[in-house]
């Protein structure tokens, strides 16, 4: 066995990077900012992106914990700058971790700031320097580690993975080496890893490196080394374009990744794993462009729409809109769970779907020439609309003449500026004010009725579903335009995807489903814009919050998640009863009532304490076992529909299975549904169980539950300008009480959010 010191490894090394600092210089971080420092895509002011290399920012040092950094009014998210800068920019899941930490920066009310490290060994230096605050480097949690930092929860878990050509034979641990050198990178786990894997190779060779682990698997494909060890991201993310490269080697055991901090710095440590607990539950963070094929493997589809009463909006609890029934309808045709994505700007449909965020953008939106060439195509048309000029139902308009003088109020991003921009060609007098992107069309044309708008572009369908609640806003003039089509968006390199919307669309079932759903939101809506903004607007969700709140912060659980579940057991009748004789919002059975201490299972409040000291309990039974805080809370839900012991036996045949015993979704659930077959509850050690209800049980419940979040945020958003309107959203302790006893002189105000996959 050959071992080299870092030293003597960059010094054999002819592809090593010199121009990095020697380890142990004096002040290794501040060296003067070169060109080459400068992220690739950063060629605008840093000022602008946030992002600096670390020597090129003005710094200051900060040891203290969350008020320290309220105080500063930044969080200084510390990352690799070659972890991101090696690979292209559509595939790092460093961007993701960047993406989330910056979310959390925001919740903080703290202005994100990244800095880049010149290498992954100076992260944790620089943070215990107080020269950053948080390290978002998809950095595993070890021994080692944790006796300098502290680790947030679990945010991912990753697997280590040996890498070599194409053309080097298979290797396992009793395979010949010799001659043969692993270089991996100095200070990670792939260097513990590469000292044990070489005691087990005498006569490999290895080299201890301060290039970057994503350097070295390209110079593995490049042939400048042998062999080294990554995760297995990192291979999947180089694998994309290097296709000379295989995973030989896969390291038994899997390793958890999460977020660091300073030690001592509880208050900051507790807002990052409420911020993250939070976000597994309700957020897909994966970014995918893949076809139908690798949306299938995945296990749900991602549909991209807006909040607004013709597609997507809640109504009492439930969920409600045109697309969102179509999408539905779509997901289960594909036997696919539905993940609904909520972008905040008519912008980001297009946007959002070309990054990967969204695998269909379905929110009545036109088919035009410009998103066709901007990569995009379209499905046949499910729905044809006129285009026309609207105002006051007092305003009066005969012909384009009259428009000299006026002004139309439209959306840039929206179909309808361009044919703004024609009408300007003919009438050279009217003036064309461009809307605010977060603005949907009925919000333009609330404007038109409320004056403060002069007229709008809109389609007939538009002021139709306007007319279910206010009728002083009309059709002025008819264009003349050739029929608004509408259809479902899509990225051009997923033809199967866009193959299996036209037979959707086809079918003689979703042509019915279609018409039905065209009389229920666009003829004869039950609901009023009234009703829909007034119970939405302080982020009333069931006629039950105010119990749900008090008791799910007393058990630390999301109340949206419990509201979920209660929609789910009893539809918000406190006299529900069931077949079994559960009773109350949250159906619990009255021996487990007593068992908890609670009698009257019909009294609203006690239904609720009863359910959530259940939930508790069952939680319980699930911690210290390695599952993820997201997985936890489906074991549980699942435990609370279906018992604990029928859990335990699906975990125990999904492991038998060669499943994830610590994954309920495509893993545990499926396993689940085995147990109403013969073959498998004759051995159980509970015996049968109705696996499918539990499967759909939970599905449901995630279903609701992220849909009440992204419903629920965008209505913050949109009432930002005033504050926190919505403070309840957030842990006590972020509250903008909380916040200004911290800081009085700041405004907590909360930037807009991404709903969904981040970037």
């Not at 260097?191 to 682990?213: C, D, I, M, Q, W």
Request: hydrophobic content about 35%; charged content about 30%; aromatic content about 10%.
């Amino acid at each position: 066995m050959a071992v080299d010191t870092p030293a003597e490894s960059d010094d054999d090394d002819a592809d090593s990077d010199e121009s990095s600092p020697e380890v142990g210089a004096d002040d290794p971080h501040m060296h003067p900012a070169s060109r080459e420092d400068l992220r690739r895509e950063a060629e605008w002011p840093q000022e602008t992106s946030g992002e600096y290399p670390i020597h090129a920012y003005d710094n200051y040092t900060e040891t203290g914990d969350l008020p320290g950094l309220l105080k500063q009014g930044k969080l200084r998210i510390l990352v690799d700058i070659s972890n991101s800068d090696s690979l292209h920019r559509e595939a790092t899941l460093q961007d993701l971790e960047l993406s989330e930490a910056k979310r959390l920066a925001t919740r903080l009310g703290l202005e994100p700031v990244v800095l880049y490290a010149n290498n992954f060994d100076q992260l944790i230096p620089l943070l215990n320097e107080g020269k950053g605050d948080l390290i978002a480097n998809y950095m595993v949690i070890n021994e080692e580690r944790q006796q300098k930092v502290d680790f947030s929860i679990p945010t991912a878990s990753t697997q280590l993975v040996l890498i070599s050509r194409d053309d080097t034979k298979p290797i396992s641990e009793s395979t010949d080496l010799s001659g043969k050198t692993l270089v991996v990178t100095k200070g990670t786990v792939f260097e513990t890893a590469a000292r044990k894997f070489v005691e087990k190779h005498p006569g490999l060779k290895l080299k201890v490196s301060e290039r970057n682990y994503v350097e070295l698997v390209i110079d593995v494909a490049e042939s400048h080394i042998d062999l080294t060890i990554a995760e297995n991201h990192i291979f999947n993310q180089v694998s994309q374009f290097k296709d000379n490269i295989i995973e030989n080697y896969t390291f038994p055991g899997k390793y958890q990744v999460g977020w660091a901090v300073r030690k001592n710095s509880p208050e900051l440590l507790q807002a990052m794993n409420d911020f993250i607990r939070h976000s597994k539950l309700t957020r897909t963070v994966n970014r995918s462009i893949g076809d139908l094929e690798q949306i299938r493997e995945r296990g749900y589809i991602r549909i991209l729409t807006r909040n607004h009463p013709g597609t997507y909006y809640m109504w009492k609890g439930r969920i409600m809109g045109y697309e969102f029934e179509l999408a539905q309808a779509f997901a289960k045709k594909l036997k696919l769970r539905l993940e609904i994505i909520v972008a905040p700007t008519h912008a980001d449909l297009l946007t959002m779907l070309r990054d990967g965020k969204a695998d269909i953008a379905a929110a009545l939106l036109s088919a035009t020439e410009k998103r066709d060439n901007s990569g995009m195509d379209f499905s046949t048309p499910y729905m044809k609309e006129r285009v026309v000029l609207v105002g006051e139902d007092s305003d009066n308009i005969e012909s384009l003449e009259a428009l000299e003088g006026r002004t139309i109020h439209v959306r840039k991003s929206s179909n309808h500026y361009q044919v703004a921009q024609d009408l300007k060609k003919k009438v050279p007098g009217v003036k064309i004010e461009l809307a605010p992107e977060e603005l949907n069309i009925q919000e333009i044309i609330d404007r038109v009725a409320d004056g403060e708008y002069d007229l709008a572009i809109a389609d007939r369908l538009s002021v139709k579903l306007e007319h279910a609640w206010r009728t002083n806003v009309d059709v002025l003039f008819d264009l003349g335009i050739e029929d608004n089509v509408y259809g479902w968006m899509v990225r051009e390199n997923n033809p199967q995807l866009l193959k299996a919307i036209n037979k959707f669309f086809a079918k003689k079932s979703t042509q019915k489903k279609m018409r039905i759903l065209y009389i229920k939101y666009f003829d004869a809506p039950k609901r009023t814009r009234p009703e829909i903004d007034e119970l939405n607007a302080n982020g009333t969700i069931s006629p039950y919050d105010e119990y749900v709140k008090k008791y799910a912060d007393e058990y630390d659980f999301d109340w949206r998640l419990v509201v979920a579940q209660m929609f789910q057991e009893s539809t918000f009748n406190p006299k529900a009863k069931s077949w079994v004789g559960a009773r109350g919002l949250m159906q619990v059975m009255p021996d487990t009532g007593k068992q908890v201490g609670e009698r009257n299972l019909f009294d609203p409040e006690s239904s609720v304490r009863a359910g959530l000291k259940y939930l508790e309990w069952l939680h319980r039974k699930f911690e210290d076992k390695g599952i993820s805080p997201e997985n936890m809370m489906w074991f549980t839900l699942a435990s609370y529909n279906a018992g604990l012991g029928h859990v335990y036996d699906a975990q125990d045949i999904a492991e038998e299975k060669g499943w994830d015993r610590k994954v309920w979704f495509n893993n545990v659930e499926n396993a689940m549904l085995l147990l109403s077959d013969k073959k498998y509850y004759e051995k159980a050690r509970y015996g049968y169980a109705r696996g499918q209800e539990p499967y759909d049980y939970v599905r449901k419940i995630q279903e609701r539950f992220r849909t009440y979040v992204a419903l629920l945020e965008d209505y913050e958003r949109r009432n930002n300008e005033t504050g926190r309107l919505l403070d309840f959203l957030y842990p006590p302790y972020l509250s903008t009480e909380a916040l200004a006893r911290t800081r009085p002189q700041r405004n907590f105000i909360d930037s807009p959010l991404v709903y969904g996959p981040s970037p």
